[in-house]
């Protein structure tokens, strides 16, 4: 600690406005160009604050992925901002467990979950023990030495979230994390999701189908032709276009 009067928070300091996370404004994607091109995203204004527990919902193609990608800083907005004012390294800070499969197919399940670790610096004992120990929260300790073509399209979906648990992010953005498990799993996936983010001070983002997902969170906003309806943040709804 510092001798300062206000303590510092993960955040910032504790006499100031709860933390940003990552701050959308005006943000629009577009696939393309000319008469082919898609907007997948029309000016989205939103903020994700830690401790936001969060479902992203809407029919598919309307742009649940593309939202979620620059939120994570994954892809670039073709209009508008986004930024992250209260991470310091957005790389490490930010977990994404993707829609699509995204183990490397060389390295069994429990190196999939460590290599985040190691290229972070994380000593190679302390990396594997918290691989080992991510894939136990999600009862996949047993698939540790497997390689990915040796997993079912479910298995690799608890491993992806397993890496992205294993970090410690403080922004957990997972596109439908839960779309090939069955119930009892899925349920377990979304146990372990808000129990790490409760235990990590996390914002929690989660693009879904599944209206029980959904309802695990605390708040919805759902996607329609690349617009987000649901207020985004207090401030932000109007902005939003909504009529609140
Ligand atoms: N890489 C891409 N190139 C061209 N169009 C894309 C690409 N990714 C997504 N799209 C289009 O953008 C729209 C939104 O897609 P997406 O964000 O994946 O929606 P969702 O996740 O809700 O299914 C869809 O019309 C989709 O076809
Ligand atoms: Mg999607």
């Known amino acids: 600690m510092t001798g300062d ?6 955040f910032g ?12 404004r005006d943000v629009a994607r577009t696939y393309g160009k000319g008469p082919t091109a898609v907007v997948a995203v029309h000016g989205i204004t939103c903020r994700i604050r ?11 193609g309307s742009g649940k992925s593309t939202l979620l990608h620059l939120i994570a800083g994954i892809d670039r907005p073709t209009a508008g901002t986004v930024e992250w004012p209260d991470l310091h390294h957005r790389a490490t800070e930010v977990g994404v467990v993707f829609q699509g499969p995204s183990l490397l197919p060389a390295l069994d399940a429990t190196e999939n979950v460590a290599l985040p670790l190691l290229l972070a610096g994380e000593p190679e004992d302390e990396a594997f023990r918290r691989a080992r120990s991510a894939l136990g929260r999600l009862a ?16 690799a979906q608890r491993v992806a979230v397993a890496r992205v648990l294993a970090a410690r992010p403080l922004l957990i953005v997972a596109d439908e994390p839960t779309g090939q498990l069955d119930h009892e799993s899925a349920e377990r996936v979304m146990t372990v999701l808000a129990a790490t983010a409760d235990e990590l001070g996390a914002a929690l ?18 996607m329609r032709d690349g617009r987000l309806h649901g207020a985004a943040d207090p401030g932000l709804a109007e902005r939003n276009g909504e009529t609140r």
């Open 13 to 24: 300091r504790a006499d100031r406005e709860p933390g940003i996370l990552a701050e959308c």
């Open 205 to 222: 983002v989660v693009a879904t189908h599944d209206p029980f997902v959904a309802a695990r969170l605390g708040q919805e906003w759902t």
């Open 50 to 60: 830690p401790g936001l527990r969060l479902a992203v919902t809407g029919p598919s």
């Open 140 to 155: 996949i300790d047993d698939l540790g030495g497997k390689l990915p073509d040796e997993l079912s399209g479910g298995q």
């Open 5 to 10: 009067t206000a303590p510092a928070t993960r």
